[in-house]
């Protein structure tokens, strides 16, 4: 079982091997965290391949694309892009973030990853309850038999 950690902060000060950037399947990073990590510099690689990947037709909701970030390797160098809905102008789908959740445990696990920052995904723009959220990606985890991993979930606006 990972450990899961709430944390009220910004998720861009972890110290973890990878983020997750929740996003739509349109190659769209308008609004919201999904917008923050357009406009990082130390993302702008791996959201260019995540762009080609939509265009591509390679996501769809509750699938997980593997971007890296390009400027420096050794920093948070894994970028996951969690799908939670088709097209940004929907709601999130909570089938959907449990989906990703449990293709992002299989993940980490392929690329022997121990700790994975993690937004409150679908809970902002996406409008799905936060508790739910939460109590979801705490038990997708629970299931993990990675005991070693480590497991941030960073609750914006508190």
Request: charged share 25%; proline share 4%; aromatic share 10%.
């Amino acid at each position: 079982m990972s450990t899961v950690k709430f944390i009220n902060g910004n998720i861009f000060d972890n110290k973890c091997e990878a983020i997750v950037c929740p996003v739509n399947c349109f190659a769209t990073l308008g609004a919201g965290i999904a917008k923050a990590f357009r406009d990082n510099k130390k993302f702008k690689g791996s959201n260019e391949a995540y762009y080609l990947a939509c265009k591509k037709g390679e996501l769809a909701p509750g699938s997980v694309y593997l971007g890296v970030n390009d400027l420096d390797p050794l920093d948070g160098s894994y970028v996951f892009y969690l799908a939670t809905k088709f097209m940004w102008t929907e709601d999130s789908k909570m089938e959907s973030v449990e989906n990703g959740l449990i293709n992002l445990t299989k993940a980490l696990n392929h690329y022997k990853i121990n700790s994975c920052a993690i937004p409150l995904i679908g809970s902002g723009l996406g409008h799905l309850p936060a508790p739910v959220v939460e109590l979801t990606i705490k038990e997708v985890f629970e299931t993990d038999d990675n005991k070693e991993r480590i497991i941030e979930v960073y609750r914006y606006g508190k």
